[in-house]
Protein backbone atom coordinates (compact mmCIF):
# COMPACT_ATOMS: atom_id res chain seq x y z
CA UNK A 1 0.00 0.00 0.00
CA UNK A 2 1.82 3.37 -1.14
CA UNK A 3 1.74 6.13 1.26
CA UNK A 4 -1.03 8.58 -0.44
CA UNK A 5 -3.11 5.15 -0.24
CA UNK A 6 -2.78 5.06 3.33
CA UNK A 7 -3.51 9.12 3.87
CA UNK A 8 -6.61 8.91 2.33
CA UNK A 9 -8.29 5.92 4.98
CA UNK A 10 -10.74 7.28 7.34
CA UNK A 11 -10.06 4.67 9.52
CA UNK A 12 -6.61 5.34 10.52
CA UNK A 13 -4.85 4.94 13.92
CA UNK A 14 -1.42 5.31 14.67
CA UNK A 15 -0.21 4.10 18.15
CA UNK A 16 3.91 4.70 18.82
CA UNK A 17 5.86 2.78 21.30
CA UNK A 18 8.99 1.91 22.16
CA UNK A 19 8.21 -2.15 23.46
CA UNK A 20 7.57 -3.73 20.52
CA UNK A 21 5.52 -6.37 22.68
CA UNK A 22 2.25 -5.29 24.01
CA UNK A 23 -1.25 -4.22 24.11
CA UNK A 24 -2.97 -0.84 22.35
CA UNK A 25 -6.19 -0.06 24.04
CA UNK A 26 -9.03 1.10 21.93
CA UNK A 27 -11.51 3.74 23.75
CA UNK A 28 -13.81 6.37 23.13
CA UNK A 29 -13.43 7.83 19.81
CA UNK A 30 -10.55 5.18 19.08
CA UNK A 31 -13.34 2.80 19.84
CA UNK A 32 -16.16 3.48 17.84
CA UNK A 33 -14.24 4.53 14.80
CA UNK A 34 -13.46 0.84 14.95
CA UNK A 35 -16.52 -0.39 15.37
CA UNK A 36 -17.81 2.47 12.26
CA UNK A 37 -15.39 1.49 9.81
CA UNK A 38 -14.54 -1.92 10.45
CA UNK A 39 -13.35 -3.42 7.06
CA UNK A 40 -11.34 0.18 6.49
CA UNK A 41 -10.39 0.65 9.92
CA UNK A 42 -6.33 0.01 10.30
CA UNK A 43 -4.37 -0.05 13.54
CA UNK A 44 -1.00 0.70 12.78
CA UNK A 45 2.10 0.46 15.53
CA UNK A 46 5.52 2.23 14.89
CA UNK A 47 8.07 1.01 17.54
CA UNK A 48 11.66 1.49 17.85
CA UNK A 49 13.68 -1.67 16.59
CA UNK A 50 16.27 -2.24 19.36
CA UNK A 51 18.32 -4.84 17.37
CA UNK A 52 19.31 -1.49 15.52
CA UNK A 53 19.40 1.50 16.79
CA UNK A 54 17.45 4.57 15.36
CA UNK A 55 15.89 2.31 13.09
CA UNK A 56 11.84 1.81 13.33
CA UNK A 57 9.15 -0.94 12.59
CA UNK A 58 5.40 -0.82 11.61
CA UNK A 59 3.21 -3.43 12.51
CA UNK A 60 -0.39 -2.91 10.50
CA UNK A 61 -3.51 -4.53 11.13
CA UNK A 62 -6.88 -4.50 9.32
CA UNK A 63 -9.72 -5.00 11.16
CA UNK A 64 -8.06 -5.08 14.54
CA UNK A 65 -12.14 -5.90 16.26
CA UNK A 66 -12.16 -8.95 13.45
CA UNK A 67 -8.98 -10.39 14.64
CA UNK A 68 -10.15 -12.17 17.86
CA UNK A 69 -6.66 -14.03 18.39
CA UNK A 70 -5.46 -10.61 18.93
CA UNK A 71 -8.17 -9.22 21.18
CA UNK A 72 -7.97 -9.44 24.66
CA UNK A 73 -10.91 -8.66 26.17
CA UNK A 74 -10.89 -6.24 29.11
CA UNK A 75 -14.24 -4.34 30.97
CA UNK A 76 -13.19 -1.03 32.06
CA UNK A 77 -15.52 -0.12 34.94
CA UNK A 78 -15.70 3.33 36.33
CA UNK A 79 -18.09 3.51 39.99
CA UNK A 80 -18.37 6.93 39.69
CA UNK A 81 -19.93 7.50 36.86
CA UNK A 82 -23.14 6.36 37.77
CA UNK A 83 -26.00 6.75 41.05
CA UNK A 84 -26.44 3.68 41.03
CA UNK A 85 -22.76 3.15 43.44
CA UNK A 86 -23.10 3.59 47.45
CA UNK A 87 -20.42 5.14 49.03
CA UNK A 88 -19.48 3.95 52.65
CA UNK A 89 -17.11 5.68 54.93
CA UNK A 90 -15.00 3.42 56.95
CA UNK A 91 -12.58 3.76 59.92
CA UNK A 92 -9.41 1.36 60.14
CA UNK A 93 -9.65 -0.73 63.54
CA UNK A 94 -7.07 0.98 65.46
CA UNK A 95 -8.77 4.68 65.15
CA UNK A 96 -12.16 3.26 66.56
CA UNK A 97 -10.67 1.43 69.59
CA UNK A 98 -8.67 4.10 70.38
CA UNK A 99 -11.77 6.75 70.51
CA UNK A 100 -12.99 3.86 72.52
CA UNK A 101 -10.88 3.92 75.20
CA UNK A 102 -11.04 7.72 75.86
Request: proline share 3%; net charge negative.
Amino acid sequence: MKKEEILKWEGLEVKGSTNEKGSITLKGNELEKAQDKRENYFLYRVYQNTGSPGTFELVSLKDPLGCSEALDRKMEINPFHTEESECFELESADESNSSENT
